[in-house]
């Protein structure tokens, strides 16, 4: 008995961190996420959107996935493309070594410290150089981050929540040069989801004192959060804290119907974390940025630039957010 109760401590607790980017084929589930916002030399701004995803399958293969998607926020319009391989080199590829992951033309590699992006979809691509301005931070306690209790409900979380962009933009033809900010996630697991959930409300925020801040709130479907919700703050430094539930509040202030999909998301957000003196308001860029992904991951979620103004430290701040948003149209949790 006492040897089953230490085996099953471990497996809650999860394994030690690791901030390594590269891929984890010993694992279930896994992506990685660019979001950031770009602007042209006369000032228009445009927010980006590129990921990758590993799955395992039943059949104990993997299947890969990609999502692109570009907001341009003078024009009010919104663009995706999508993309699914197996595995098979110079098709869809993931390095264990080092963070290399393809998708035919789509890629994200490190270089020499800098990540490099390059996707294309009809009337738009991207070739940006992301640097790093602070180092990798990891989520949760030692690293996991806990969607429930059981032991294969959690992922190891990892984020570099602050780079500069510089690189070029092409839309229709015509290339520009860009700058910005962008923020990269880097996740993996076993996959598992507590079967009460209903989909979650994610928010990255990059703030004009030099702060960032992630949160994500768990949705069950009685309509209450989880408790197993959390974020982090990180400090001008790098240093990072963890947050649990009743450390933050999320209230969204209006809603978003989706001609498309029919569904109904919130659509502007407060959000409050009272130790801190952060009282900040979320509001998006451009209302219409959801992805119905047919033809890959099969998820429909809303994930659009968004701005930030407010206080922190009882001091006003502006900055920049990417929010994700699923299970608002139906069960389509991967």
Request: charged fraction near 25%; hydrophobic fraction near 35%; aromatic fraction near 10%.
């Amino acid at each position: 008995m006492i040897l089953a109760a230490i085996s099953l401590a471990a497996a809650l607790a999860g394994p030690l961190p690791d901030t390594t980017l590269g891929a984890h084929p010993d694992t279930a589930a896994e992506w990685w996420y660019y979001t950031g916002h770009l602007r042209t030399a006369a000032g228009r701004e445009y927010g980006f959107e590129l990921t990758f995803f590993r799955a395992r399958l039943p059949d104990g293969e993997d299947l890969d996935a990609a999502h692109f998607a570009l907001t341009d926020v003078a024009a009010g319009t919104f663009r995706y493309a999508e993309k699914m391989h197996r595995p098979f080199p110079g098709i869809a590829e993931s390095d264990p070594a080092r963070l290399s992951v393809s998708i035919e033309n789509w890629q994200a590699r490190e270089e020499r410290g800098a990540h490099r992006l390059r996707a294309t979809m009809p009337g738009a691509a991207i070739e940006l150089r992301l640097a790093p301005e602070k180092s990798a931070v990891v989520h949760g306690e030692g690293g996991i981050s806990r969607k429930g209790p059981r032991p294969d409900e959690y992922s190891r979380y990892v984020s570099i929540p602050r780079m500069s962009v510089s690189g070029i933009l092409d839309r229709e033809g015509r290339a520009e040069a860009v700058t910005g900010i962008a923020w990269f996630d880097h996740e993996c697991g076993p996959g598992g989801l507590p079967a009460d959930l209903s989909g979650w409300d994610w928010f990255s925020a990059q703030l004009s004192d030099g702060t960032e801040l992630m949160l994500y709130r768990l949705r069950t479907k009685d309509g209450h959060d989880s408790p197993f919700s959390q974020g982090t703050f990180v400090e001008r430094d790098g240093r990072a804290v963890t947050l649990k539930p009743g450390d933050f509040e999320i209230a969204a202030v209006g809603t978003w119907k989706s001609p498309q999909s029919g569904a109904v998301y919130p659509s502007g957000w407060r959000v409050r974390v009272p130790s801190r003196a952060i009282d900040l308001s979320i509001q998006p860029k451009v209302s219409g940025q959801e992805l119905v992904t047919k033809r890959s991951t099969r998820v429909t979620y809303w994930e659009g630039a968004c701005a930030v103004a407010g206080s922190a430290g009882r001091r006003p701040v502006t900055g920049t957010s990417y929010v994700e948003l699923t299970g608002y149209a139906g069960v389509d949790l991967p």
